[in-house]
């Protein structure tokens, strides 16, 4: 069998007794392996494939127009075979999710749970519930299936989806845990086993060339497309069909759904952080900690002598820390005393106006003037603490400082100002975050979440600039 030669070097890491568990995960990824990317039309059911291999990241795609023969073709508007497509593009879009949630368990959880790669509580935290949301989309299809005609049209979609909608409330859940299920898939990727089982996977052609995380990930990115394809069929709607006044109703409601969801994985990532902090003293810890709901933005900077920092600002403090590994747990320090954001003063430092000590990716050496600088303080005298702080570019500079004026203006009741270099008013409703993704339709004008390093720096202008990111703070973004 193919995959089970590959598989040869992790078959020596398991006890001999386990050697039928890999012969029938062999033949499961065999199957696997051999399916067709093709598929069938609407009228069919969900799942029924011919052999063939999938050895490329993308699947093949089937337009709804190469199901009909010529002559069918020719009875519909050009209008309505795009309107069509569309419907059938967010068909085959649940078929495909199911298929994959559907590998997610097959080829990587049930496999790694036999060969005790991974224990059964491991395996529930990083994969969640993702058996039970199959169910959720079939029962799209279903209905879809059923409201197509002879012709091979949905005639009327939009009632369909506003009564399906309301099932995606249960991913909230499973969106919330993501970046813990994250940090501990990378965590188990340490281990030699685990490594060596990912490897393998990926190089088999059922994988298409994808890791597990994007398996595990490809709900959540499936959730922000839906108000993109029914704002597609939307479009192709006749301005007198009866679907538009549903297909608006089933927009407005998927987005009200993403929102909840955001806020509850937001929720979740400023917890997740919070419980990373390690104080070195209690008087560190303020009591305003436990009211933080929101992260607005974190990221790795540099003070003025060059130490790294990885700072957080939550909605209620600012927390500068240093990243560090406590039991093969990674976790962070808390440097000095955490600054109320109520307390909270801001300085834009003009390029060249101070010079800073030790490097930063070659930007600077020991006493050479420094750019893209800013500084933070306490209002409080008996915090006495003044940080100056480097960013890697302009740009994330930027993102910065709109992310303090703006939770400065919510804690102090009034906009922020910085002393000098005030070049963009803070807006009440800015958030960057590091694990925030935009609407797929705005991905395009959505600036870059701050996450240090990670990010790749951006050259603009500073007219560009400004226009950017004033746009990004007045557009309503809708993340997952």
Known sequence: RIFERKISSLVNLISPSKNGAVRRFGQTIQSMSSRDTKSPGMSLKAGSKASGPTPTKRRNSTLWSETLDVHQKSTFSTKEIKRQEAIYELYRGEQDLIEDLQLARKAYHDPMLKLSIMTEEELAHIFGDLDAYIPLHEELLVKLTEGTGSDGTVAQIGQIVIDWLPRLNAYKNYCSNQLAAKALLDQKKQDRRVQDFLQR?????????LDLWSFLDIP??????????????????????????????????IQEILSDINVRKGESECQYYIDKLEFLDDKQRDPLIDKC?????????????GSRLHVFLFSELLVLTRPVTRNERSCFQVYRQPIPVRDLAMEDLQDGEI??????????TNGEKAKNVFRVSSLDPSHGQTHTLHVSDVYHKQQWLNCLRT???????????????????AKSHSSVSSTTVCDEEENENCPPPVSGPKLRPQTLSKTRLDQKLQGSLKRKETGV
Do not use: W
């Open 201 to 209: 996977c990926l190089e088999s052609p059922f994988s298409r060339k």
């Open 220 to 253: 959540r990115s499936r959730l922000v497309k839906y108000p993109l394809l029914l704002r597609e069929i939307l479009r192709h709607t006749p301005p007198d069909h009866p679907d538009v006044t549903s297909l608006e109703t089933a927009i407005t409601i």
């Open 293 to 305: 709901k929101t992260l607005l933005c974190h990221g790795e900077l540099r003070n003025k002598s």
């Open 355 to 364: 010079r800073m000590g030790g490097s930063f990716r070659g930007a600077f």
């Open 407 to 425: 939770a400065m203006s919510q804690q102090q009741g009034a906009p922020a100002r910085v002393q000098r270099g005030e070049t963009i008013p």
